[in-house]
Each structure stands twice: as structure tokens, then as C-alpha cells.
């Protein structure tokens, strides 16, 4: 059987997303880390090395979005959309947390722990809504 949904994508485009989707993720995922490392041990090395993680995050999260943002109002994908809507609220969080890391030495605890949480969180929700949507297209088109 022939997959439901239509395919108007640029396959370049999808694999450059593909590609670059994840690092950001990874690269918060490890902001997230070093917080809460620096929350414990009270040394203010680990919130250097999330300020630095928390900005290259940002910085490579700009080329998916774009993608993402192409694929939302030029297709229909309503999971697309709640991706695209989590990823936006979740990088406005990471925004704030690098003001926050901008701050001297322990004065950056506890708000950016709480922010790590919001932006991970919800990457991780968008993640898993679109993975469980590409499982339902993969269950469609075997049919």
C-alpha cells in the first residue's frame, strides 16, 4: 500500500535535518549535566563549560529549525507542528539560560538547572512525538 501522507520534501533538505537535528539536543542534554554537576560540587568550571555547551547548542540548532520551519507551513504534518512549536518554546528556554550562565561565578544556580530541565524536557517530548509519528508512517506504508 501506498503511504498515506505525501511527500513534497526535498530529500537534501531532509537529510541536512536528519543530520543536524540531534547535536543540539545532545549539546543540552550535556548543559543539562554540567547544571546540575555545578549545583552539587559548587565549582564554577562546570558552568564555563555549560555556557559554552548551552551557545554552540544555539548556534547549530538555527540550520534544522529553518528546515523545520519550511517543512511546517509548506506541508501537513500536524506532529511537525508540535515539534516545531516545542523546539521554538525549548530554544526561547535555552536563550534565557545563556543570560543566565552569563552571570559570575555561583550566582547562575538554581535558575539555570530549572531552565536545562524546561529545554530538555521539552526537546525530548518533540523528539518522541516525532519519532512515534515516523513508527505510525512506517506501520502505513508496510500495510
Same mark, same amino acid.
Given at each position: 500500500?501506498?503511504?498515506?501522507?505525501?511527500?513534497?520534501?526535498?530529500?537534501? *533538505?531532509?537529510? %541536512?535535518?536528519?543530520?543536524?537535528?540531534? %547535536?543540539?539536543?545532545?549539546?543540552?542534554?550535556?548543559?543539562?549535566?554540567?547544571? %546540575?554537576?555545578?549545583?552539587?560540587?559548587?565549582? $564554577?568550571?562546570?558552568?564555563k563549560?555549560?555556557?559554552?555547551? $548551552?551557545?554552540?547548542?544555539?548556534?547549530? *540548532?538555527?540550520?534544522?529549525?529553518?528546515?523545520?520551519?519550511?517543512?511546517?507551513?509548506?506541508?501537513?504534518?500536524?506532529?511537525?507542528?508540535?515539534?516545531?512549536?516545542?523546539?521554538? $518554546?525549548? %530554544?526561547?528556554?535555552?536563550?534565557?539560560? *545563556?543570560? +543566565?550562565?552569563?552571570?559570575?561565578?555561583?550566582?547562575?544556580?538554581?535558575?539555570?538547572?530549572?531552565?536545562s530541565? +524546561?529545554?530538555?524536557?521539552?526537546?525530548?517530548?518533540?523528539?518522541?512525538?516525532?519519532?512515534?509519528?515516523?513508527?505510525?508512517?512506517?506501520?502505513?506504508?508496510?500495510?
Amino acid at each position: 500500500m501506498i503511504s498515506v501522507r505525501p511527500r513534497y520534501r526535498s530529500k537534501l *533538505a531532509t537529510a %541536512i535535518f536528519d543530520l543536524f537535528n540531534p %547535536i543540539p539536543y545532545g549539546l543540552f542534554v550535556g548543559t543539562l549535566i554540567f547544571d %546540575i554537576v555545578c549545583a552539587i560540587t559548587y565549582n $564554577v568550571f562546570w558552568a564555563k563549560g555549560a555556557a559554552w555547551l $548551552v551557545t554552540a547548542g544555539l548556534i547549530l *540548532a538555527i540550520a534544522p529549525r529553518l528546515i523545520n520551519l519550511v517543512h511546517v507551513w509548506f506541508g501537513p504534518a500536524p506532529v511537525e507542528r508540535l515539534d516545531f512549536w516545542l523546539n521554538l $518554546v525549548a %530554544i526561547i528556554a535555552a536563550i534565557c539560560n *545563556a543570560f +543566565i550562565h552569563s552571570r559570575d561565578g555561583y550566582g547562575i544556580v538554581p535558575l539555570n538547572v530549572i531552565l536545562s530541565v +524546561i529545554t530538555v524536557g521539552l526537546l525530548s517530548v518533540g523528539h518522541v512525538a516525532m519519532a512515534f509519528d515516523r513508527f505510525g508512517a512506517m506501520e502505513t506504508a508496510r500495510e
